[in-house]
């Protein structure tokens, strides 16, 4: 009986953490003779741009997939999305504690969502929820007998004998653990040409914002304020990020002027901000701030600084609020002083 594909990827963390190396090599070493799953390591998902061939693998894959990366899970996905990975979304079992419930995503209403999604499922594991290789052993496991129920390692034995292994059988006898052996001689300073040829390209570090077409709304607000040419529109007048290495380093202004909170900045510190479930603060008006309770900036005014430091570094002038801010959040504001003036505070 045949099996249903099952792709493993996974991403490895940028630098040469020694803790996260060995939690990848023990996963993929682990992964390569479990039956029903092909298991490849790429460069980290964020850095890889759109004709990098780890990209264009990703694109290749058929069927259902995992991906494992040191990023939330919604970082993944929308990254995935970036580069052409589309899918429904995956339930994983494997949670932070701490983590908010998560969303129906293809469902959460008012988001654009994306025009055609093929008929496979993508599932994403943030590799920073546990230490331990086997809670994502156990959790890929559980998803590879949810596909193949009745999948036992008496099948895939006859199928040898009968002379008719699968391509996925082939390839996970006939390519052990090849890239594994390159990766840590490259690791260690030792690798030889032919193992250098054996990895994919290098990759530097990149800083783009990735949005996520289950919440976004196609306002515009972004491509509005973004002053840098980052955002543009597809030929179905979609909002997309167009330039994306124009975007400034470190800058997450656009997410913070979000109404929907659909851009994720993956790297970032912020954990909303960054793709954690919950909201990055938006253009919700800061009432602490508005009674004087607090000192920090609301998101509007943290959004402008960032942008404006941004122009000032380009050589630019500093625009504050005066462009790229709708005429709603002004409005907001009014009202919103107008309803206290009622309320005689
Ligand atoms: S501001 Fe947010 S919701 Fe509006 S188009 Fe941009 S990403 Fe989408
Ligand atoms: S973070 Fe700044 S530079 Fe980057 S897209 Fe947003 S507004 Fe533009």
């Keep these: 009986m045949s099996q249903k594909p099952l792709t493993v990827v996974i991403s490895q963390a940028q630098g040469r953490n020694p803790v996260k190396r060995a939690l990848e090599d023990q996963l993929a070493s682990e992964l390569l003779n479990d039956q029903g ?36 899970e919604r970082g993944i996905r929308w990254t995935l999305d970036r580069d052409g990975v ?15 419930p998560p969303e129906d995503v293809d469902e959460r209403a008012g988001g654009i969502g994306i025009p055609e999604t093929p008929d496979r499922t993508i599932w994403c594991l943030d590799l920073r929820i546990s230490e331990d290789a086997q809670d994502y052993l156990e959790e890929i496991r559980r998803i590879r007998d949810s596909l193949n129920p009745l999948s036992n390692p008496v099948d895939e034995l006859m199928s040898w004998i009968n002379g008719s292994p699968s391509a996925e059988q082939l390839q996970r006898y006939l390519h052990p ?25 290098d990759t530097g570090r990149r800083w783009y914002p990735v949005i996520d077409y289950s919440r976004c709304t196609n306002c515009m607000e972004c491509i509005d304020f973004c002053l840098f040419g ?30 929907a909170d659909a851009i994720i900045f993956p790297q970032h510190k912020e954990a909303a901000i960054a793709g954690a479930d919950g909201e990055v603060g938006g253009l919700r008006i800061d009432l602490t701030k508005l009674f004087g309770g607090g000192d920090d900036e609301d998101a509007l005014e943290k959004a402008v600084r960032e942008r404006d430091q941004e122009l000032i570094l380009d050589g630019r ?8 801010i709708r005429r709603r959040h002004h409005d907001e504001m009014e009202d919103l002083l107008s309803n206290l003036d009622e309320l005689d505070f």
């Excluded at 179905?236 to 979000?258: T, Y």
């Excluded at 002038?317 to 790229?324: D, H, I, K, L, R």
Aim: net charge negative; aromatic share 4%; proline share 4%.
């Design 37 to 72: 799953l092909t298991v490849t390591l790429i460069p980290h998902l964020y850095d890889l741009s759109q004709n990098h061939s780890a990209a264009q693998f990703l694109r290749e894959v058929q069927g259902d997939l995992i991906v494992l990366g040191w990023l939330y």
């Design 86 to 100: 589309h899918g429904h979304v995956g339930e994983t079992e494997l949670r932070a504690e701490d983590s908010e």
């Design 177 to 201: 653990d090849q890239m594994l052996e390159a990766r840590r001689a490259s690791d260690g300073g030792t690798a030889t040409q032919e193992q250098r040829a054996q990895l994919p390209e």
């Design 230 to 259: 980052v955002y543009g529109v597809d030929s179905l007048d979609r909002i997309l990020v167009e330039q994306q290495d124009s975007c400034k380093k470190g800058c997450p202004a656009c997410s913070r002027v979000c109404p």
């Design 317 to 324: 002038e500093a625009v504050g609020m005066s462009v790229g």
